[in-house]
């Protein structure tokens, strides 16, 4: 897909950070963008915010639901009568930081409930009728290097649900090849130009009642603006995510399976890797806060 000029898009988690970066550079591409989102109050701002750089609506969704995933389908296809790129986008970072034996059930049923399933939601709801249209199109499912090809040790269940959601689009992707569909899904991992400026640092402002911790955090939780004053500090700037999401769409247009703002550096990153495999070795060894 070369030209995005008329193209709907649906973009989850689009009211704020990467999706929000999504979004704005999805409008100067001159696509229609629907935005799905948790938040009532946020992404009626946004959409007021992004209204002058083109069409965009948006749609009150929750993701870990089903039902919510296919009224908010129902409502794109009968308003614009096509989707032909769907950004699963909305994500949560799982509860802070724990170590792998530290995490409760509910962290991992709130993370995998919208990181996993609420990504497989948006693929039933979306890409039957996508395939119906019998037109090009893409899904776009927003991974982490975390759960890619560098995985934290203190983000273990994040990490886990991510290396699902890049494990499930490579699936994806070949069956839109094999089927011989005109359908086509990229990985998509943010970073690479700066601290992610997201609301997924304090995404637990959104964790259903009934998915909260069933007893104290038992190890020491980031304070993000700390961490961000100590990055800054270091020389690393906020990024950019309106160019971010230009970065986006232009893997699109390179027809990528894998879509970065630094594909080589990903891609060194991913052969070391890969050779500590071959060894029978650990991938990922993390001491003092470096990775070995």
Same mark, same amino acid.
């Given at each position: 897909?070369?030209?995005?000029?008329?193209?709907?898009?649906?973009?989850?988690?689009?009211?704020?950070?990467?999706?929000?970066?999504?979004?704005?550079?999805?409008?100067?591409?001159?696509?229609?963008?629907?935005?799905?989102?948790?938040?009532?109050?946020?992404?009626?701002?946004?959409?007021?915010?992004?209204?002058?750089?083109?069409?965009?609506?948006?749609?009150?969704?929750?993701?870990?639901?089903?039902?919510?995933?296919?009224?908010?389908?129902? =409502?794109?296809?009968?308003?614009?009568?096509?989707?032909?790129?769907?950004?699963?986008?909305?994500?949560?970072?799982?509860?802070?930081?724990?170590? @792998? %034996?530290? %995490?409760?059930?509910?962290? %991992?049923? %709130?993370?995998?409930?919208?990181?996993?399933?609420?990504?497989?939601?948006?693929?039933?709801?979306?890409? @039957?009728?996508?395939?119906?249209?019998?037109?090009?199109?893409?899904?776009?499912?927003?991974?982490?290097?975390?759960?890619?090809?560098?995985?934290?040790?203190? /983000?273990?269940?994040?990490?886990?649900?991510?290396?699902?959601?890049?494990?499930?689009?490579?699936?994806?992707?070949?069956?839109?090849?094999?089927?011989?569909?005109?359908?086509?899904?990229?990985?998509?991992?943010?970073?690479?130009?700066?601290?992610?400026?997201?609301?997924?640092?304090?995404?637990?402002?959104?964790? @259903? @009642?009934?998915?909260?911790?069933?007893?104290?955090? /038992?190890?020491?939780?980031?304070?993000?603006?700390?961490?961000?004053?100590?990055?800054?500090?270091?020389?690393?700037?906020?990024?950019? $995510?309106?160019?971010?999401?230009?970065?986006? /769409?232009?893997?699109?247009?390179?027809?990528?399976?894998?879509?970065?703002?630094?594909?080589?550096?990903?891609?060194? /990153?991913?052969?070391?890797? =890969?050779?500590?495999?071959?060894?029978?070795? $650990?991938?990922?060894?993390?001491?003092?806060?470096?990775?070995?």
């Amino acid at each position: 897909m070369q030209d995005f000029t008329g193209k709907v898009a649906v973009v989850t988690g689009g009211a704020s950070g990467i999706g929000e970066g999504l979004a704005e550079a999805l409008l100067e591409a001159g696509a229609t963008v629907v935005i799905a989102d948790i938040e009532k109050a946020v992404l009626d701002d946004t959409v007021e915010r992004l209204g002058g750089k083109g069409e965009v609506s948006g749609i009150v969704t929750d993701v870990a639901h089903p039902e919510s995933v296919g009224s908010c389908a129902d =409502a794109v296809f009968e308003s614009h009568g096509a989707c032909h790129l769907l950004f699963n986008n909305a994500g949560v970072g799982g509860g802070g930081i724990a170590k @792998p %034996w530290n %995490w409760t059930p509910n962290d %991992w049923n %709130w993370c995998f409930g919208v990181n996993v399933f609420g990504m497989g939601h948006c693929v039933a709801a979306f890409v @039957p009728r996508m395939l119906e249209m019998g037109e090009e199109g893409w899904v776009v499912n927003t991974s982490s290097s975390d759960g890619g090809f560098q995985p934290l040790p203190d /983000l273990g269940v994040y990490a886990a649900s991510k290396a699902a959601v890049s494990t499930y689009t490579e699936c994806l992707a070949n069956a839109f090849v094999n089927e011989d569909t005109k359908l086509r899904a990229a990985v998509f991992y943010p970073g690479g130009n700066g601290l992610l400026e997201t609301r997924l640092w304090n995404s637990g402002r959104n964790r @259903p @009642p009934e998915l909260a911790r069933e007893r104290p955090h /038992l190890d020491k939780q980031w304070d993000y603006q700390e961490v961000k004053k100590q990055l800054q500090t270091k020389g690393v700037q906020v990024a950019d $995510l309106v160019e971010l999401g230009r970065s986006a /769409l232009q893997g699109i247009r390179e027809g990528r399976f894998i879509i970065s703002l630094d594909p080589a550096a990903s891609g060194e /990153l991913m052969m070391r890797r =890969a050779e500590k495999i071959g060894r029978g070795e $650990l991938p990922t060894i993390k001491r003092d806060g470096i990775f070995e």
